[in-house]
């Protein structure tokens, strides 16, 4: 099994940044891909940024792309997300997720494991 805990989020002011982890345990998760997905409120989750378990491909949403970065320290058994130029519209609940397949998706019905999930909250 494994556990998976997100922190680092909270209230930032649009334009600012916020560095999103997600700390594995239970065993490594150097074989699977990781993915951090959204859900914000009376929405549905909707992918984020994904990364393979080589850590060789990355692939972000359209809103993502030239904002956040995904990362991960195999040695720490941690990904990460950096957000930059945070807007509004990136208000929600970021969860991560460990995907067995190893390659990264966009669905997130393809990651066997999740987080609790943390909040992120941008104002205008």
């Known amino acids: 099994q494994v556990q998976l805990a997100e922190s680092g989020g909270g209230l930032v002011q649009a334009g600012g940044s916020l560095r999103l982890s997600c700390a594995a345990s239970g065993r490594t998760v150097n074989n699977y891909a990781m993915g951090w997905f959204r859900q914000a409120p009376g929405k549905e989750r909707e992918f984020v940024a994904a990364l393979s378990w080589s850590g060789g491909s990355r692939r972000y949403t359209d809103s993502a792309k030239g904002r956040f970065t995904i990362s991960r320290d195999n040695a720490r058994n941690t990904v990460y997300l950096q957000m930059n130029n945070l807007k509004p519209e990136d208000t929600a609940v970021y969860y991560c997720?460990?995907?067995?397949w190893g390659l990264g998706s966009a669905q997130d019905h393809e990651y066997d494991y999740w987080g609790q999930g943390t909040p992120v909250t941008v104002s205008s």
């Open positions: 997720g460990a995907d067995p």
